[in-house]
């Protein structure tokens, strides 16, 4: 039952520091989806993949980095972390070849401060 | 401009009250579909309700109904009978279809804050 997966679910960095957010999911979900939740602003996209081997830009991609390592696992790197970085961190995904209506499926989020 | 604009940042209601959540959209594609998330205090994102631009009927989901009006292109969500639990913010999503890379990718308003009063 677990759905999505985030890895970890809180974490401190210095400016400067490099990190890996790591997700997985476990529901044979075609896209994944990393997004940025700041006070305020909503949810903004960072990075997707519509399928394994296939990643694009969303809407905020600078200062991060993805990789789709397989069909469950997407993660989101930040070379050189940056205070404007601070924020929580949703991954998420779906399968939209079961329709138009298929939602998608959150992971409980990474809160994420830089220093 | 915004895709999905919510104009209530803060909303309080009476416990066993219904409440009106509004969001109105922007797109020019004529196959869409919206979604309607909660986001309470600790933090997760719970999927509540969908609607599809073709969709004839407004969707429910038990307490939670969705008041589509596709000419004024707002989608609003009505919650009968609040309960505390209600109390999170609410977000407005649309998806709209994207030729090439088939995947459908959500565009989320600032969301609404939803109190509930005992």
């Known amino acids: 039952n677990a759905g999505v997966t985030q890895t970890p679910k809180f974490q401190v960095l210095k400016t400067g520091q490099s990190m890996t957010l790591q997700c997985a999911q476990d529901m044979n979900h075609n896209s994944m989806y990393w997004y940025r939740q700041d006070p305020g602003m909503g949810l903004r996209l960072i990075y997707y993949s519509a399928s394994e081997g296939t990643t694009d830009k969303g809407e905020v991609p600078n200062g991060y980095n993805v990789s789709r390592l397989n069909k469950r696992e997407f993660s989101l790197r930040l070379e050189s972390a940056a205070p404007s970085q601070t924020s929580v961190y949703f991954c998420?995904?779906?399968?939209?070849?079961?329709?138009?209506?298929?939602?998608?499926?959150f992971g409980d989020g990474t809160r994420l401060s830089i220093l | 401009a915004q895709k999905i604009t919510q104009t209530q940042p803060g909303m309080f209601v009476q416990e066993k009250e219904a409440v009106t959540l509004d969001c109105t959209y922007d797109?020019?594609?004529?196959?869409?579909?919206l979604f309607w998330y909660k986001q309470p205090s600790s933090g997760e994102m719970i999927f509540l309700i969908y609607q599809g631009s073709y969709d004839q009927q407004n969707a429910t989901e038990g307490r939670y109904s969705l008041n589509f009006q596709k000419a004024r292109k707002s989608a609003n969500l009505v919650i009968s009978a609040s309960q505390l639990g209600d109390s999170a913010m609410y977000f407005c999503a649309m998806r709209e279809v994207r030729s090439g890379a088939g995947s459908y990718q959500l565009t989320f308003g600032k969301g609404t804050k939803l109190s509930v009063i005992p």
């Open positions: 998420a995904s779906s399968e939209p070849g079961r329709g138009l209506n298929q939602p998608q499926h």
């Open positions: 797109t020019s594609d004529p196959s869409y579909g």
